[in-house]
């Protein structure tokens, strides 16, 4: 199997006057957990969706697995939005039946452990949820799939401190040795403890990708203090 | 994939129609009764404002079937496909064209089920209502049966007339769908204004439609008056029959011709647009 996930090439985006992505490109490698870290506004989110298909790039490329977004990627994508994108008047199970229903990879148990361990019914209606509980239900829904690629949106933004210990043991642990979790965020210091690379990308082009290890020894500071260096305002 | 799209799409579309289908069965042999029963041929005010109210409330929720109907077409496309909701849509990992199958056909389904629901209710109010009895039944197959000798002749003619009617009727309505469809599509594109360009496409589409059928449509009936005035000047009434049917049929088949162009028309485009140009906020 080939050992790249992803490859973006000099993908451009403009919404309106902004340049959301600017000849952005990257290289992504199987099994790896690789924080994608940049200040609000700076493209994260608009590559997320590319790599999904939800929005088409101006310029460039984007290959997963070697094959554009289409079909054949969805299948192997894991991706959670950073919207309540789920059906509002569904309850949990029937969002269960449904994940079952299209993804192939959909492991029903693991989502219904990582319910009960969250404390969580799976007769909830979706609507009557808090904002935390409902992300805590989306994060359960994607990381219960056996993808190949995770695509993860801020996925402990809105969730308390104990259930994101919880939530990053669950990527930690719930994704297979092949798989690479691509994690956007801002809280870095959360989630540096998990993550093998970082990207760091700034006004939509790419600024710094390396290994954690390497940045650790090369600067002798954490991704924390880098970053905050980094994006000095 | 289709067929599990299909599933989950009746099952989303069904909790929006099945209450007003369920609440129009209910409420018609109540609003009959109240007419029925207000109507004391007396001078009465309060029973006189009664009867007036139950008649139009009942006007009202008929017209709420229709109007409703379309409405949830609109509603269940544009969440589906533009908001939040199309976040799982399009990482689905099925075809573009089956996810708008997969709307369409729930939605011609749900809106023939309103005119049959619509039937129903004009039926069982005519009956509570008192103008039909088990005599109207027997008078009327009374009566068909007296007159089927002379339309024998027909009954095959008849038969594929209802046939025509009924496809005539589900192409008008898949393509009236699809309009929506492309309004939605070409409003998405946009990156403010979204909801106003998806009216403002759906207008314009409508008036252009309207005007491409009429004329196509005029040399038929010129065809079709000057066959009437021929019969009418030579006395040969015996061909009128025939004339009218032809015409009926000529018609029906241009509409229905012109209707599956003017769907594909529309499909391709908004196939174009969701699988190329997707601009979700």
């Not at chain 2, 209802?162 to 929506?180: E, F, G, H, N, Y």
Request: charged content about 15%.
């Amino acid at each position: 199997m080939n050992n790249i996930i992803l490859e973006a090439n000099h993908i451009a985006k403009r919404f309106a006057s902004t340049l959301a992505l600017n000849d952005f490109s990257v290289t992504l490698e199987r099994g790896k957990i690789i924080g994608l870290l940049g200040p609000n506004g700076s493209g994260k989110t608009t590559m997320l969706k590319i790599i999904n298909g939800l929005l088409v790039p101006d310029q460039g490329t984007v290959k997963i697995a070697g094959n554009a977004p289409g079909t054949e990627s969805k299948r192997i994508i894991s991706y959670l939005p950073d919207k309540n994108y789920l059906t509002n008047w569904m309850s949990v199970k029937q969002l269960i039946n449904y994940y079952a229903d299209f993804y192939t990879d959909f492991d029903r148990e693991k989502a219904m452990d990582m319910l009960k361990r969250l404390g969580l019914s799976e007769d909830m209606k979706f609507k009557t949820m808090s904002k935390g509980t409902k992300e805590k239900v989306q994060l359960i829904l994607v990381m219960s799939r056996n993808a190949e690629l995770y695509c993860l949106d801020e996925p402990i933004g809105g969730v308390d401190p104990a259930a994101r210990d919880y939530i990053l043991h669950t990527i930690l642990s719930n994704y297979s040795k092949n798989a690479t979790v691509l994690i956007s965020t801002h809280l870095i210091a959360d989630i540096e403890s998990v993550l093998d690379d970082v990207i760091f990308i700034q006004n939509g082009s790419l600024r710094l990708h390396a290994s954690v290890d390497q940045i650790r020894e090369e600067k002798n500071m954490s991704i924390d203090s880098l970053f905050r260096e980094v994006y000095r305002c | 994939m289709l067929g599990k799209l299909l599933k989950h799409e009746f099952i989303a579309t069904g909790r929006m129609y099945v209450p007003v289908f369920i609440g129009t069965l209910i409420l018609t042999p109540l609003l009959a009764l109240l007419i029925r029963f207000s109507d004391i041929g007396e001078e009465s005010n309060i029973f006189n404002m009664f009867l007036a109210l139950s008649i139009f409330g009942y006007i009202m929720m008929l017209l709420a079937v229709f109007i409703s109907s379309l409405i949830f077409v609109i509603i269940r496309f544009y969440k589906s496909m533009t908001t939040e909701e199309a976040y799982l849509t399009f990482t689905l990992p099925v075809k573009t064209s089956n996810v708008i199958l997969s709307k369409l056909i729930p939605a011609v389904v749900c809106m023939v089920l309103s005119f049959v629901i619509f039937l129903i209710s004009i039926f069982l109010f005519t009956l509570i209502m008192g103008a039909l009895t088990p005599h109207t039944f027997s008078d009327f197959w009374r009566g068909f049966t007296e007159a089927y000798p002379y339309m024998e002749d027909y009954s095959s003619t008849f038969i594929s007339m209802i046939l025509v009617t009924i496809l005539s009727a589900l192409v008008a309505l898949a393509s009236l769908v699809l309009q929506v469809y492309v309004s939605i599509a070409i409003g998405q594109l946009m990156n403010s204004h979204r909801l106003l360009t998806s009216i403002g496409v759906f207008i314009a589409l409508f008036f252009v439609i309207q005007l491409l059928t009429t004329i196509i449509s005029i040399p038929i009936q010129n065809d079709y008056m000057r066959d009437v005035m021929f019969i009418n000047e030579s006395g040969n009434y015996d061909r009128f029959a025939d004339v009218m049917f032809s015409n009926y049929f000529f018609s029906s088949f241009v509409g229905i011709a012109e209707n599956i162009v003017i769907g594909a028309g529309l499909y391709i485009p908004t196939w174009y647009i969701f699988k190329k140009k997707l601009n979700l906020e």
